[in-house]
């Protein structure tokens, strides 16, 4: 939260007797005399069970959820919206550990192309869409091989598989709508959904049979049209139970939008697609296509923020896998309470303030300003926050 950017910089930062008073009063432990060394602390990091920090995490959602803040911001005024997506972590040139996935590239050597191996580790990431600005981790599936010598890297099919069977049972009455690209746009992704509700980015490459279906369909007359809708007044179109006609056994409700821009005297025809087991009708319609449209900000609110803003989740702060999950999971826990702070605190928009000088300013006040048992005490009192 102070962007502290490696376990160095954190160490010589924090050792000031502001900092260490305060780690005094939220430890316990009253004989702590410095902040523990770096080494000390990825030591703890490479036996501590990553299941321990994820329960936390889950701890926090489950409270947010259950104090109803977010609520309107549901969709349809009922599904809490959850985008997953991956992304890649860290990158090596050796092989790092067992659980590494790995490929080959070609590379020019000499005047000559050798292949060679890289390894490298990816993670799997579903966000809770609270509210339009915030956007919180609500669980991770560390995409990595089980062993050395695999016929087949792990990937982020297999790892929603898991993701979602998992969310199944941490939160089995959370009405949930799943986004994702079109990589999603399974059949195996769409039948663990058959509790949940969907919407999927649509591409004629993934879904083949069922993009030539609405195709035939709407080449009849059989879409339903609204014109004039979304920011740019575009064209909003939706056909109902396209697996019917394409032979599949998941519901399949499919719908795009098409806008035009112009620009330099040049039209340019802009057409998103997707697809989903919500029922669609005419007054739904546009805050589906809304929704849809909004599944990209896992990337660029989600991990965009995280590997180029105050987080800089690539950075290694541990060669231990074990170390390594557990930095990226107090990451996760960090972002969730900057993120609702950041929603209540006029000021910062009032005066127009990064993020990156919030972080700083914490970070001063971290250092010099000590914490006492007074403060401590109002944590445990009812207090109402105003989100922006």
Same mark, same amino acid.
């Given at each position: ?146 062993? +050395?010598?695999?016929? /087949? =890297?792990?990937? @982020?099919?297999?790892? *929603?598989? !898991? ?115 919500? +029922?669609?009708?005419? /007054? =739904?319609?546009? @805050?589906?296509?809304? *929704?849809? !449209? ?95």
């Amino acid at each position: 939260m102070c962007a502290v950017k490696s376990m160095r910089s954190m160490e010589e930062t924090f050792n000031e007797d502001a900092c260490i008073a305060t780690l005094r009063i939220l430890s316990g432990d009253q004989g702590l005399s410095e902040m523990p060394h770096a080494d000390t602390l990825n030591y703890y990091l490479e036996r501590l069970s990553p299941q321990c920090l994820a329960d936390v995490r889950k701890k926090m959602v489950k409270s947010l959820i259950r104090k109803k803040s977010f609520s309107r911001s549901r969709l349809l005024g009922k599904y809490w919206r959850v985008i997953i997506d991956g992304t890649g972590l860290f990158y090596f040139r050796e092989k790092h550990c067992e659980n590494c996935l790995v490929t080959t590239v070609t590379r020019e050597v000499d005047g000559n192309e050798v292949k060679v191996k890289r390894y490298y580790h990816k993670v799997l990431e579903a966000k809770l869409l609270l509210s339009p600005g915030i956007l919180i981790s609500l669980d991770t599936e560390f995409i990595e091989n089980e062993k +050395e010598d695999v016929s /087949k =890297n792990d990937c @982020e099919i297999n790892a *929603a598989k !898991r993701l979602l069977e998992r969310l199944h049972k941490d939160y089995p009455r959370l009405p949930v709508c799943l986004q994702g690209d079109a990589l999603y746009a399974a059949e195996t992704i769409m039948k663990m959904c058959r509790d949940w509700k969907y919407i999927l980015t649509q591409k004629a490459t993934r879904q083949k049979v069922l993009a030539e279906s609405y195709e035939w369909i709407a080449s009849g007359g059989g879409a339903e049209t609204l014109t004039g809708i979304g920011k740019e007044g575009g064209n909003g179109e939706y056909i109902n139970h396209v697996e019917e006609t394409a032979g599949k056994e998941e519901e399949a409700d499919m719908y795009r939008y098409r806008y035009e821009t112009e620009e330099d005297g040049e039209k340019e025809i802009h057409e998103f697609q997707w697809i989903t087991n919500i +029922e669609l009708t005419k /007054k =739904n319609l546009e @805050e589906m296509i809304e *929704a849809g !449209r909004g599944r990209w900000k896992i990337e660029n609110e989600g991990f965009n923020n995280q590997k180029n803003g105050i987080y800089d989740i690539e950075h290694l702060n541990s060669r231990d896998s074990n170390a390594m999950k557990n930095h990226y999971l107090i990451t996760q826990i960090a972002d969730i309470v900057m993120q609702i702070y950041l929603s209540f605190s006029p000021l910062r928009k009032e005066i127009g303030q990064s993020i990156k000088n919030t972080s700083s300013g914490l970070l001063e006040s971290f250092r010099r300003h000590t914490v006492t048992d007074e403060d401590v005490s109002y944590i445990s009192k009812y207090t109402t926050v105003y989100l922006e």
